[in-house]
């Protein structure tokens, strides 16, 4: 009984502790949702307060503000996650079973770029952009996106295809599969729950990408949510409420992407754990 007592006493500290962190998680979060149905009075005289009237129309007028920045955002982040999925995932099946001259001095070159900052990146970057014509297109920031996050999943997903049983790549190619068809057949299954992770990771660090977007696009068209919603701030300085809806139609994607994406998520963290 004492045991049982201490046990249950451990599991409620735990439970307690885990509430009073989501706690301090989501409360911003609960601040701008209740900010964003209030007019300036009602966020100025009682900010704390919860009650009506609820003013909907904010969210109609920022939808008509923040709706071409969310395509914008989507291109840009989904273009980027697709990008990256692709190159990470071949590029990682070819250092971890194919063999060729320089293998691994271009591995680890191409790993030695977690080492850097990525600031020390943003002039050379930005010279390298401006020469290729890139500037001012969604290209610009969808190829460096993508070249900024290929580092890592590179060495995860060389890590992991090397973890696996030789036998089944030895099995297709005694079927007479080419390298390519051992890649679609075999390894993309397997990275299944990486490539989860993968496009969940880089989506989101898109979607939150507000310096190099900033840097790079300059047409006010083509803006994404993080530097178009800044540049709303400013322009609309006395909108709290229209602003905070602003803000949370941003979060919205990013909240459906959790919600649907969450097993593969963490299916991918449970596989990269183990094989790494």
């Given at each position: 009984?004492?045991?049982?007592?201490?046990?249950?006493?451990?599991?409620?500290?735990?439970h307690?502790?885990?509430i009073?962190?989501?706690?301090?998680?989501?409360?911003?979060?609960?601040?701008?949702?209740?900010?964003?149905?209030?007019?300036?009075?009602?966020?100025?005289?009682?900010?704390?307060?919860?009650?009506?009237?609820?003013?909907?129309?904010n969210?109609?007028?920022?939808?008509?503000?923040?709706?071409?920045?969310?395509?914008?955002?989507?291109?840009?982040?989904?273009?980027?996650?697709?990008?990256?999925?692709?190159?990470?995932?071949?590029a990682?099946?070819?250092?971890?079973?194919?063999?060729?001259?320089?293998?691994?001095?271009?591995?680890?070159?191409?790993?030695?770029?977690?080492?850097?900052?990525?600031?020390?990146?943003?002039?050379?970057?930005?010279v390298?952009?401006?020469?290729?014509?890139?500037?001012?297109?969604?290209?610009?920031?969808?190829?460096?996106?993508a070249?900024?996050?290929?580092?890592?999943?590179?060495?995860v997903i060389r890590?992991?295809?090397?973890?696996?049983?030789?036998?089944?790549?030895?099995?297709?190619?005694?079927?007479?599969?080419?390298?390519?068809?051992?890649?679609?057949?075999?390894?993309?299954?397997?990275?299944?729950?990486?490539?989860?992770?993968?496009t969940?990771?880089?989506?989101?660090?898109?979607?939150?990408?507000?310096i190099w977007?900033?840097?790079?696009?300059?047409?006010?068209?083509k803006?994404?949510?993080?530097?178009?919603?800044?540049f709303?701030?400013?322009?609309?300085?006395?909108?709290?409420?229209?602003?905070?809806?602003?803000?949370?139609?941003?979060?919205?994607?990013?909240?459906?992407?959790?919600?649907?994406g969450?097993?593969?998520?963490?299916?991918?963290?449970?596989?990269?754990?183990?094989?790494?």
């Amino acid at each position: 009984m004492a045991f049982r007592s201490k046990f249950s006493a451990a599991e409620a500290g735990k439970h307690l502790f885990l509430i009073v962190t989501c706690l301090f998680v989501f409360y911003p979060f609960l601040i701008m949702l209740q900010m964003s149905v209030k007019d300036v009075g009602q966020i100025i005289y009682g900010f704390f307060e919860i009650k009506p009237p609820f003013h909907l129309e904010n969210y109609a007028v920022a939808w008509k503000r923040v709706s071409p920045m969310v395509w914008n955002s989507l291109i840009i982040s989904g273009g980027t996650a697709l990008l990256a999925v692709v190159t990470a995932a071949m590029a990682g099946y070819a250092f971890g079973r194919m063999t060729f001259p320089g293998r691994e001095p271009m591995f680890w070159v191409i790993f030695a770029k977690l080492f850097l900052p990525g600031v020390l990146n943003l002039v050379p970057s930005f010279v390298l952009a401006w020469k290729l014509g890139l500037l001012d297109t969604y290209w610009a920031v969808i190829l460096f996106g993508a070249s900024g996050a290929l580092p890592f999943w590179v060495f995860v997903i060389r890590t992991f295809v090397r973890q696996q049983p030789q036998e089944l790549f030895d099995c297709a190619k005694i079927d007479g599969a080419g390298e390519g068809q051992t890649f679609v057949w075999i390894a993309v299954p397997l990275l299944r729950p990486m490539i989860a992770l993968l496009t969940i990771n880089v989506f989101v660090a898109e979607w939150n990408n507000y310096i190099w977007p900033l840097v790079t696009l300059t047409t006010p068209a083509k803006r994404p949510l993080t530097v178009g919603l800044a540049f709303l701030t400013s322009s609309y300085p006395g909108d709290y409420g229209q602003l905070m809806a602003g803000y949370a139609i941003a979060s919205i994607p990013l909240l459906l992407l959790f919600i649907f994406g969450m097993k593969q998520f963490v299916q991918g963290l449970t596989s990269g754990a183990i094989k790494i």
